[in-house]
């Protein structure tokens, strides 16, 4: 779905305001092929039994490469979308079970690798809603939604005093879609302050 929406964009959008501050369209659609190419990177360091950098230069590199390429027009954000899913697409694939028990550096710390598809899977999802576009988190799949709530509702809960306490009333009171995007920081809830988990 994501790349047959960014097939429609046009120069116009790319340079355009996306919803998130101080980036254009064409940050975030950068943003979502260095992530690719990140989990990449990873993956191929498990396969060879090294723990591999997400970036290798580190948040500097990564804020530079998106800089880089969210100047181009359409047609080189999405050619670069396409290409760099192709080349995650064969690193998935040459994944062998040993591999999957290897971990990555990402610029959060360590990761297992097993844990890159969803990662991979919440950048595109959340991304694309970031667009600003047609797509929103309310066209956010149900499964993605059902895992990524049960992920940030335990986020929740250990960033409380014992680690014991529940959403609030408000949270629980809403549909799925909009608990799990306030909890991103995408959406609020009336009578609550942001959740404060992607800080």
Do not use: K
Not at 35 to 61: F, H, K, S, T, W
Not at 104 to 109: D, E, F, K, L, Y
């Amino acid at each position: 779905m994501l790349e047959a929406h960014l097939a429609t964009l046009t120069d116009a959008q790319v340079a355009g305001p996306s919803l998130l501050p101080d980036w254009t369209v064409g940050h975030v659609v950068t943003h979502i092929a260095r992530n690719a190419d990140g989990v990449r990177l990873m993956l191929e360091g498990a396969l060879r039994g090294e723990v591999a950098a997400q970036y290798p230069g580190g948040i500097d590199q990564r804020a530079a490469d998106i800089a880089a390429g969210a100047v181009r027009g359409a047609a080189g954000v999405v050619s670069d979308v396409r290409a760099s899913n192709q080349r995650l697409e064969a690193a998935f694939d040459a994944m062998t079970d040993e591999a999957w028990q290897g971990q990555g550096r990402s610029v959060v710390g360590m990761v297992p690798v097993a844990e890159l598809p969803f990662r991979r899977w919440r950048e595109t999802v959340v991304h694309h809603a970031d667009l600003g576009l047609q797509y929103t988190w309310r066209d956010w799949p149900a499964e993605y939604v059902r895992l990524e709530l049960r992920t940030q509702t335990m986020l929740w809960n250990s960033r409380q005093s014992m680690g014991l306490t529940g959403l609030p009333a408000e949270a629980l009171a809403v549909d799925e879609h909009r608990r799990v995007a306030w909890l991103l920081g995408r959406a609020t809830i009336e009578g609550l302050s942001p959740a404060g988990l992607m800080a």
